[in-house]
Antibody, heavy 117, light 111 residues
Framework: EVQLVESGGGLVQPGGSLRLSCAASGFTFRSYAMSWVRQAPGKGLEWVSAICGGCDNIYYADSVKGRFTISRDDSKNTLYLQMNSLRAEDTAVYYC??????????WGQGTLVTVSS | QSALTQPASVSGSPGQSITISCTGTSSDVGRYNLVSWYQQHPGKAPRLMIYEGSKRPSGVSIRFSGSKSGNTASLTISGLQAEDEADYYCCSYAGSRIPWVFGGGTKLTVL
């Protein structure tokens, strides 16, 4: 059974940093592209970043480019999102998702990031 | 990359059919047959309902179907049931620079 468990969310001041983790199990992690998708309170879904499986391709939404860094440790079956220079508009639930057939059939439960002073 | 356009809300009575549209451009929806649809109940993670425009994942009811015409993709739900009441989001592949774009979401109310 595929499981994705996010952690690392919390309250951080504007300009601060946070690192999210997504522990994966139930599939061959290194073989699959993974994404981070976020949802601000009461708002819609926004794709944030993606990293391919077994290759070097990394992608970011314009809203986070230069501030966020996606990475993965295939030996630990874990996906990361390093978030720097955080802004109030980054406040959201952050989901990690496993890609297959150009879609995301598997999602974690999400972790809440709140950027506020 | 602009978000795809969805109606803010749609409604229907039990047993009826409804269609949710998702309008993009010739750079995303119109160019690739890679639209997916997600159902999200309050406080829950999204659930994949349709991928590659019209394919249903295992476990998704045949009442859910997807299609595309030009720059607009559509999700049709037939035989509406109370449990279909949720938010629905479309998403399209948009090329190698910024690969994914979501729609703003549609709130489905079952009357």
């Amino acid at each position: 059974e595929v499981q994705l468990v996010e952690s690392g969310g919390g309250l951080v001041q504007p300009g601060g940093s946070l690192r999210l983790s997504c522990a994966a199990s139930g599939f061959t992690f290194r073989s699959y592209a993974m994404s981070w998708v976020r949802q601000a309170p009461g708002k819609g879904l926004e794709w944030v970043s993606a990293i391919c499986g077994g290759c070097d391709n990394i992608y970011y939404a314009d809203s986070v480019k230069g501030r966020f860094t996606i990475s993965r440790d295939d030996s630990k079956n874990t996906l990361y999102l390093q978030m720097n220079s955080l802004r109030a508009e980054d406040t959201a639930v952050y989901y990690c998702a496993k890609e297959r057939d150009s879609s995301w059939p598997y999602w974690g439960q999400g972790t809440l990031v709140t950027v506020s002073s | 990359q602009s978000a795809l356009t969805q109606p803010a809300s749609v409604s229907g009575s039990p047993g009826q059919s409804i269609t949710i549209s998702c309008t993009g451009t010739s750079s995303d929806v119109g160019r690739y047959n890679l639209v997916s649809w997600y159902q999200q109940h309050p406080g829950k993670a999204p659930r994949l309902m349709i991928y590659e425009g019209s394919k249903r994942p295992s476990g998704v009811s045949i009442r859910f179907s997807g299609s595309k015409s030009g720059n607009t993709a559509s999700l049709t739900i037939s035989g509406l049931q109370a449990e279909d009441e949720a938010d629905y989001y479309c998403c399209s592949y948009a090329g190698s620079r910024i690969p994914w774009v979501f729609g703003g979401g549609t709130k489905l109310t079952v009357l």
